[in-house]
């Protein structure tokens, strides 16, 4: 940090600077992105989509035991991005917290009272100094379920929560909401397979590259099957070779634009 009108003050959590920021508060925002991992999640016409990163940081690691995401009860679930020890501490009290509303009313708690939940006690972390804001995106999460309208809920480390269309987290967080308003600006009709394909491309776009079915992620929740589900990897390769062939030829297509232009402005 450097020194001046900002000196002393991302020392103490609970001490505003002279400008209004909480610098824990930021770094903890910064934090997410050690991970090294960007997620992202879409809503179809009748499905919800969230598609993530699998990173496997040691050949000695079971990958089977490397995940993001995770179910809180049978139809809602999150993708976590950040710091995986604190996922896992929010994950298991947004567990606790739904379990405890079913025992005491009868019935599953609702998307929006989990997210709220979850985005007050974070929220709580940012005004003790003897805590700490957690380094998670609780897109950090995605919460996804049907309710009447498909959507994703999504709280940071200052506990703010709310409902996206499409969102995404990471370390190209910002570059992925730019594409994602510009593929959804045309308010598109997407299928179950449709949305899939469209959030895998969205990701293999954001990161250059061409993900084998062990590289990612997918989770989904559908009108005809209401729960939250994740794909194999063979679900996972059948959506695959669609997405290529279409991220190849615009690929070779903008190779070819950029080759032409080149030429013209020689010529000239």
């Known amino acids: 940090m450097a020194r001046g009108s900002s000196a002393g003050y991302d020392r103490q959590l609970t001490v505003f600077s002279p400008e209004g920021r909480l610098y824990q508060v930021e770094y903890a925002f910064k934090a997410i992105n050690t991970a090294k991992n960007t997620s992202l999640a879409l809503r179809g016409d009748d499905c919800c989509v969230a598609v993530t990163q699998k990173k496997v940081p040691d050949k000695l690691l079971v990958s089977d035991t490397i995940t993001h995401m995770f179910k809180i009860t049978q139809t809602v679930g ?42 007050d006690l974070a929220q709580i972390n940012t005004q003790e100094a003897g805590l700490r804001p957690l380094g998670t995106f609780f897109e950090e999460p995605f919460f996804l379920r049907y309710v009447r309208t498909w959507f994703s809920k999504t709280c940071d480390p200052a506990g703010f929560y ?9 370390t190209k967080m910002i570059e992925a909401h730019n594409l994602l308003e510009k593929r959804l600006k045309k308010n598109i009709t997407l299928d179950y397979d449709g949305t899939v394909q469209e959030a895998i491309s969205c990701l293999s776009t954001l990161m250059s590259m061409d993900f084998k079915p062990s590289e990612i992620e997918v989770a989904v929740v559908t009108k005809d099957y209401p729960k939250f589900c994740l794909l194999s990897e063979e679900e996972i390769d059948r959506s695959l070779p669609q997405v290529f062939s279409l991220f190849t030829f615009g690929r070779s297509l903008f190779a070819y634009l950029g080759s032409h232009l080149t030429a013209i402005a020689e010529k000239d």
């Open 78 to 119: 999150c993708v976590m991005t950040g710091l995986t020890a604190d996922a896992r501490l929010q994950v298991k009290r947004a567990r606790y917290e739904a379990a405890e509303f079913k025992y005491k009313f009868g019935y599953d708690m609702p998307i929006d009272q989990i997210a709220k939940r979850v985005a």
């Open 162 to 170: 709310a409902g996206y269309k499409a969102v995404a987290a990471g």
